[in-house]
């Protein structure tokens, strides 16, 4: 049996356990960032937080195990005054020589700064044994973030950004920034992106606000430029499926390409809606899948989530089973909200 939930504090020990599985920018396998990232996020979910400041980390539970075993996040907003969002914009440089008769088509990049950012999703981790569930664990964990937008639509961003992965090198490095960052900042990889995590700077500081062109640099690596790397190609899939398209941006570290959409355009926003839930007996596997939750207020506010087979009843309730109504922490005639996957 699986749930979503918010983060809390004490989840840094196994949250530290999943971050180890990727150890991204958005969730490193740090103890001290993973503390850091939980103290915001718990205060995001509260309120404390203003609301283009907040954070928010939804973890995976496999109940029978007590354990968590996935995460996703949301960013509130990613790029400000302060922490700029920077990305190399991917641009065609198109030049023809009457003398030679010659047009080329050149692609080159050209660093870009995004002060008033959009609303970002990241962190999507699901350790490796949970893949391929049959309860759709990872399209859960993912859909989740968005269902959460609509029940707070006014504290996101009109725009909603996803950075993917790319192809990267065996011992997790990147040959875009071996032949471009590391030229102008004579930093590593490793170093680069563990500076990046706080501060980024050193990027507005050092990269060359003239274009980059493409033809310079070796063709193994013009070719990972805004490439999906292979374990993030589903992820595209998704996010093609409820309305993302390529931004023709990439991240200045990796070559990694930026997904974008309009927040209310995003078919899982757009479609969710609250509905009366009631019973049914068992979870046909043909029935409709879709995400479901719940967020109940107190002394510690607590949001739910759950995929779940539904059935949509002629008086207009949604039946679910009772496990499902377990896992949420409701009961037969209260409400949820749903958004049909």
Known sequence: MFRIRQSYREDAEQILTVAEHL????????????????DRSERSFSGERKPLEREYVFVLED????KIIGTSMIFAQHGTRRAPHIFF???KDERYSVTLDKYFVHTALRIGYDYNGPTEIGGLILLPEYRGNIEALGKALSYVRFLFMRMHRDVFRDQVLSELLPPLEPDGTSKLWEHIGHNFTGLTYQEADLLSKDNKEFIHALFPDDPIHTELLP??????IGVVGPDTRGVEKMLRRIGFTYANQIDPFDGGPHFCARTDDITLIRDARE??????????PERPWAILAVERAGQRPEFRGTGARVVPLEDGTVGVTAEIRRRLGVEAGDTAWMAAG
């Open 219 to 224: 063709s193994e690596v013009r070719d990972v």
């Open 89 to 91: 914009r991917v641009e």
């Open 23 to 38: 150890d991204t920018v958005n969730l490193p396998a740090d103890r001290a960032h993973i503390e850091a990232i939980l």
């Open 63 to 66: 109940l029978g195990k007590q």
């Open 275 to 284: 509905v009366v839930l009631s019973s049914v007996d068992d979870a046909d």
